[in-house]
Each structure stands twice: as structure tokens, then as C-alpha cells.
């Protein structure tokens, strides 16, 4: 049985390498605080915030749900996403008001490497911070076309000419629902690039979108 559990459950923490459980608790305080405004270089034109930099236990848990396939982080990175979404409506940081239903939309990511992963990381991230909040839900709304790139490696221009007209909308913006708050949510930002194209083609389909959330900003 015990053989059975390693394989399914992993045994050491993914912010820090401590055997013994998948999340220990000095990464869950190292997680926890206030998001922080972003500048991307790119700008989206709408409020963006991380949860911190791109440091420590919350770069080593993006990295290895990406790539070592932890899909067991999506539930502490997507509590640490509930509870700074969460902040940012109580202050009014987010939208004028806190009592419209809130929908994320996960940034697109391309499909290849998706299922490579298991499934979309950045989605089973957002579905976990969804049903920690009252009203909220999770709508896979956009795609990026087969034709982008792995954004690693790329310059900033190189980035944004690598999304650039390759996100569409899959879901209607009907089915968003009128007066709802949209955010969009990514695991790392880098130049901007991806969520300015996001939030332009999502607005280009009739959703307004109210800002975006990020678990680590790059430099
Ligand atoms: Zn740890």
C-alpha cells in the first residue's frame, strides 16, 4: 500500500524539496501575504497583480507543476490565488463591486504542451481558487493557435509577435454573462505579452475584463 501511495502521492515538497508531504507549512507562510501591482512591459491595460516574485518556494512550485508534472500543487498555489483574489475585491483593488460573480479565464497555453502536462496546469489552478470563493467560476474561454511557440529563450519582441492574432475565444462571450468580473489568470508573467493579447482579444469578443492575476512575475 505505502508502494502504492509513493507513487501516486509525492513525497516531498515542491516549494522547497523537505520530504515528507507535498507542501510543508513554511512554504504554505511563504505563499500566503497580500498580491502584489504589476507593471508588465507589455501592458494590458487593465490592473495586474502577482503574488510575489519569482523567487523561493513559489517559482520551484510553478516550475514543477509545469514541468514534473505536480499536479497536486494546483491546490496550494490555487488556495494562495483564492485568498489574494479574495483580498483584492475586499479593498475594491478588483472591480467597483464585490458582489458580481467573478469568472477566471485561464490565459491560453498551447496544446501540445498542455497535454504533455496532464492537462493545464493553469486551469486546475484556477478550478481550485474557484471553489475556495463564493460566485466564482472557471471558464477555459481562450486558444492559442498551434502556430506559437514555447515562449522560453524568446526577446521581448520575439514574445509579443509570438502570440500576437494567435489567441482566439473558444467559449462565446454570451455565456460569460453580462456585468460578471473578468480575470485572467497565468502561472508566470514575463513581458506581458500573453495576457495583453488575452485581454485584447477577449474584449474584441465583448467581455470586458477587469484585470489580471499572475503567481510569479519573471524578470
Ligand atoms: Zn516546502
Known sequence: ??????????????????????????????LAGHPVALRPRVDPGVPCWALGA??????????????????????PLGTALAEALAWLRE???????????????PAPTRARAARRRGGDPVTAMARVAARRLPGCSVVPALRLSAGARDSVGLSPQARRANVDGRVSVRVPGATIGPGANVVVVDDVVTTGATLTESVRTL??????????IVIVAAR
Request: glycine fraction near 12%; hydrophobic fraction near 45%.
Open 203 to 212: 474584449c474584441r469578443a465583448g467581455v470586458p475584463v477587469s484585470g489580471a
Open 91 to 105: 479593498v475594491g483593488h478588483l472591480d467597483p463591486d464585490q458582489f458580481a460573480p467573478l469568472v477566471l479565464i
Open 1 to 30: 500500500m505505502r508502494a502504492l501511495l509513493d507513487l501516486v502521492l509525492p513525497l516531498e515538497c515542491g516549494g522547497c524539496g523537505l520530504p515528507g508531504a507535498g507542501w510543508c507549512a513554511a512554504c504554505a507562510r511563504e
Open 54 to 75: 519569482h523567487s523561493g518556494a513559489r517559482r520551484n512550485a510553478v516550475i514543477a507543476m509545469k514541468e514534473r508534472r505536480r499536479r497536486d500543487l494546483a491546490d
